[in-house]
């Protein structure tokens, strides 16, 4: 089987961790994957990639073309994609003009629409819809020494360390939050870390350095941070968001919190004083990148 994903490729990696994960869990059983990249911001910019993808799917065949985020869907779908598959990525639903495009599309362009949680199907109101969270790879994030992390990337190993695992300047993952919130620990002994263009190779490395992982974003889809964090058996406070609740609302190694930094530290400081976690990778069994990409393929031979 021969798929095309269709990404997004306006961020500093070029193509999306996440996505390329996904495309590396389908190849691993069988599948060929190709990479097609949307370059350009705002309407004008992804608009101007309609013609190219449509002369690229006149000379290529496939037998899927797998389209991730929205508005490169919309792309996919004028530049006539079929079978077309596409995956909403993060939660962008809540926009009246948002849920009316991706209606008006599923209804007429797309084959099948995947989302990443039961809240994203809900808030779009389309029972067709597909819910698959984003799978982990946990070859790759896996347990490691807490120790020779900390030494590899230069943390002072007579600290406590907290690690927001995004980049701050994102407003979506609302770092001031986190700021105030670790604020009113007054602990000289606890430091905070944030992550700037940081490969995804080195995360597990990153992860696995940390006491605590800390996720304060105003809205997700299905956030991977949580599972490659649980799939290093660490520790994770985070508020609630995406499928967080329906997924770690019984795991004991995820503190869930409110959108308040009382909340936040409160649950930061007993995490920090809890034993380390050796459980968060039985938590996300269920959602290896293996047992993921089996479902997407499944999809894509219905449409066949």
Same mark, same amino acid.
């Given at each position: ?26 190849? @691993? ?10 370059? %350009? ?21 496939? &037998? ?23 995956? #909403? ?11 009316? #495009? /991706? ?14 949680? @039961? ?81 995804? =190779? ?18 997700? %889809? ?6 490659? =964090? ?12 995406? &499928? ?8 004991? &190694?995820?503190? /869930? ?6 909340? /936040?530290?409160?649950?930061? @400081? ?35």
């Amino acid at each position: 089987m021969k798929v095309l994903f269709v990404s997004s490729g306006n961020s500093s990696f070029g193509i999306s961790p996440i996505i390329k994960n996904q495309g590396d869990s389908l190849e @691993k059983i069988g599948v060929e994957v190709i990479y097609y990249l949307i370059i %350009g911001k705002g309407f004008g910019g992804y608009v101007k990639n309609v013609l190219p993808l449509c002369r690229y799917l006149r000379i290529h065949h496939f &037998d899927i073309v797998h389209s991730h985020l929205s508005w490169v869907a919309y792309v996919s779908a004028l530049a006539g994609a079929k079978p077309h598959v596409v995956s #909403l990525m993060g939660w962008n639903v809540r926009k009246f003009i948002n849920r009316f #495009l /991706i209606k008006f599309f599923f209804s007429f362009f797309w084959d099948v629409c995947i989302v990443k949680s @039961k809240k994203m199907k809900d808030a779009l109101g389309i029972p067709e819809i597909i819910v698959i969270p984003n799978g982990v790879d946990v070859d790759n994030f896996k347990p490691m020494s807490k120790t020779e992390s900390q030494k590899e990337i230069g943390w002072d190993l007579s600290k406590k360390h907290v690690l927001f695992a995004a980049n701050p300047s994102r407003p979506i993952k609302n770092y001031s939050l986190a700021k105030e919130a670790f604020d009113l620990l007054l602990d000289d002994s606890i430091v905070l870390h944030t992550l700037n263009n940081v490969n995804n =190779a080195s995360m597990p490395s990153y992860y696995n350095a940390s006491d605590v992982v800390l996720l304060t974003s105003i809205a997700e %889809g299905s956030p991977n941070v949580i599972k490659e =964090a649980l799939a290093c058996n660490r520790i994770v406070v985070t508020t609630d968001v995406g &499928d967080v609740s329906d997924l770690f609302s019984s795991v004991g &190694d995820v503190y /869930i919190c409110s959108h308040n930094p009382q909340s /936040i530290a409160k649950n930061l @400081k007993i995490a920090l004083n809890s034993k380390e976690s050796r459980t968060g990778r039985m938590a996300i069994r269920e959602l290896t990148s293996e047992i993921i990409a089996k479902k997407l393929i499944n999809v894509y031979i219905n449409l066949k």
